[in-house]
């Protein structure tokens, strides 16, 4: 995936944490640098993306709290924060799927409610981290995978527009992650997917049809 197509997905995940932010009160920030926000973010969620190549580390650093907790989304994994009190955390990678015309079963159910929010955010394990500003906002699908009683089994979210979304929190309580990512597909058949996965949880994505992209880094302040 050419370096600009790379850039956009880092913009589209640094959207979706802004979003996250936002429902929490906190008030991100958006430059031709990065995205990042001055105080600390949800649990699971960084403090700063970088959106190109080659920025700079320490003017970076100085637009968030940077402290023990503090994590970075390392975009292109070009940075080195090691001198800062920092370590990797997790490599991943940024994946992609153009749209398909091939029929696809199986979609699955957007989230409406704030009911079914916390059945999903249950499900998931996120807790209070989703909240139903989030089901407001025109940008973001919440999705969910229900069993035969209509408990949750798994879901995925949707951030995005204009053809084109980013994949995030997709989780599985079944043996197959392929099933949601399937689901995912099949919700939006006609829109280009990007997202990230970190390389252990790369197999089922890729079953799936995606394509790996580029490399991502996360370092994180212990």
């Known amino acids: 995936m050419p ?3 790379r850039a956009a997905a880092a913009r589209n995940n640094a959207e979706w944490c802004d979003i996250v932010c936002g429902s929490h009160g906190l008030v991100g920030r958006t430059d031709d640098e990065a995205w990042s ?4 973010s949800p649990q699971w969620y960084p403090d700063a ?3 190109r190549p080659g ?3 320490e003017a970076l650093l100085a637009h968030i709290d940077a402290g023990p907790g503090a994590s970075v989304k390392d ?3 070009d940075l080195d924060l090691s001198g800062y009190g920092f370590r990797v955390l997790f490599d991943a990678q940024w994946i992609h799927r153009p749209p398909t015309a091939a029929p696809v079963d199986a979609p699955l159910t957007p989230i409406r409610t704030p009911e079914g929010l916390a059945a999903w955010a249950a499900a998931h394990g996120g807790g209070e981290l989703f909240r139903p500003a989030l089901l407001a906002d025109p940008r973001v699908r919440i999705l969910a995978r229900h069993d035969d009683r209509g408990a949750v089994t798994g879901g995925a979210v949707l951030n995005g527009g204009d053809g084109r979304y980013g994949v995030s929190n997709l989780f599985t ?3 197959d992650p392929r099933n949601i990512w399937d689901g995912v597909r099949a919700t939006v058949p006609t829109a280009s997917l990007l997202g990230y996965e970190p390389n252990p949880d ?3 994505a890729l079953d799936a049809g995606f394509l ?3 490399p991502l880094r996360v370092w994180l302040h212990d």
């Open 212 to 214: 790996p992209t580029g």
């Open 37 to 40: 926000v001055p105080r600390r």
């Open 55 to 57: 920025v700079d580390a």
């Open 173 to 175: 309580r079944t043996a």
């Open 202 to 204: 790369l197999p089922p």
């Open 3 to 5: 370096t600009d197509a």
């Open 49 to 51: 993306v970088t959106l």
């Open 75 to 77: 975009s292109f994994a």
